[in-house]
């Protein structure tokens, strides 16, 4: 079966940057805003993204023009009957994804592939709600989508053989390279990293370094583009705090639990970039650390 169009419940961040790698490939995408609210915020806000990167000599202004006429911006879910392939980012709550997936059954052609692009839930809770299991996968992208090449395809229990391959080959169209990955919470990636940007955390905690010397040395002495505590503020410490949960409600071993400073921070509303403040404070040139942090808070 062939993608061509793509349907995305979920006008986020990740939502907006899958459309705009959808779009660019040259699928035609119907961006659905999952929550109330006007649809020009996310329309307004995936604009001025693509306009500055015109004006910074990145994109193409015709590029840009075909990117945003193979978008339509709609808030009803309804629009994504006639889609080949859905894929939902919405918040990262099982109960809220599993009533979506129900829905979708009603709305989307039998044929249709059901994708989620979950951090850490399981995609075979997912497929449990619906008639037609075989044609539900993960499809997991990451931050910022247009950037970073991978996207896991995850197996759920009952994923056909069939949507494994269709997904594979969208993937590689839309120039993505995907893994093939079991339906385990965290699947690689988050599996791999969550614990990482925890005992990052903990470190803090302990005193051993400060949020910028332990970024710093991350990034000159191991190679990696961030360093963690600017990791986790890029990611979004409500998506870290709750890949945190997920893994450990799975495992129950006490250092997948969110450490004491995660906690305070996401209690505080303090989310790292997308609130302008996490771990750094970033109303500040250049970010510094979070001043409430720059003394172990243990
Ligand atoms: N959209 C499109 N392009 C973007 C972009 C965005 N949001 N952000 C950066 N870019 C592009 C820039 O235009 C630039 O392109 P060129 O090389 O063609 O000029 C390139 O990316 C590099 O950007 P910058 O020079 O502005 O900045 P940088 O070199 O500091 O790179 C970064 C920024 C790409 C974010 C880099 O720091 C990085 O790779 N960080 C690690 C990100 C990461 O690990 N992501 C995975 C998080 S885990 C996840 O997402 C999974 C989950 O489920 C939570």
Excluded: W
């Amino acid at each position: 079966m062939s993608i061509n169009t793509v349907g995305i419940i979920g006008s986020g961040t990740m939502g907006l940057g899958i459309a705009q790698v959808c779009a660019q490939a040259g699928k035609k995408v119907v961006l659905v805003k999952a929550t109330p609210g006007d649809i020009e915020r996310p329309r307004g806000k995936f604009v001025g993204s693509l306009d500055k990167a015109v004006e910074r000599g990145k994109m193409e202004a015709a590029l840009r023009d075909t990117i945003i006429a193979n978008i339509t911006f709609t808030d009803q879910e309804e629009a994504v009957a006639d889609c080949d392939l859905v894929v939902e980012s919405v918040i990262e709550d099982i109960e809220i994804k599993k009533a979506l997936f129900n829905r979708l059954e009603g709305i989307c052609r039998a044929d249709a592939i059901l994708g989620t692009n979950t951090s850490t839930l399981s995609v075979t809770a997912m497929m449990a709600v619906c008639q037609h299991r075989d044609r539900v996968a993960g499809l997991h992208f990451f931050n910022p989508a247009p950037v970073m090449s991978l996207v896991e395809i995850v197996h759920g229990f009952e994923t056909s053989d069939a949507t494994l391959k269709a997904l594979n080959a969208f993937c590689k169209e839309i120039g993505k390279a995907p893994v093939l990955v079991q339906d385990t919470t965290g699947f690689i990636v988050n599996r791999l990293l969550t614990p990482y940007m925890l005992n990052a955390i903990r470190m803090l905690e302990r005193g051993t370094g400060t949020i910028e010397t332990i970024d710093q040395a991350m990034m000159t002495g191991a190679g990696l583009p961030m360093g963690p505590f600017a990791l986790a503020d890029y990611i979004g410490l409500d998506v870290v705090i709750a890949m945190s949960q997920n893994i450990y409600e799975d495992v129950r071993e006490g250092h997948h639990a969110p450490p004491h400073t995660l906690v305070r921070l996401v209690q505080l509303g303090y989310l790292g970039r997308k609130t302008g403040k996490g771990f750094y404070d970033y109303s500040a040139k250049p970010p510094v650390g979070n001043p409430a942090l720059v003394h172990p808070v243990i």
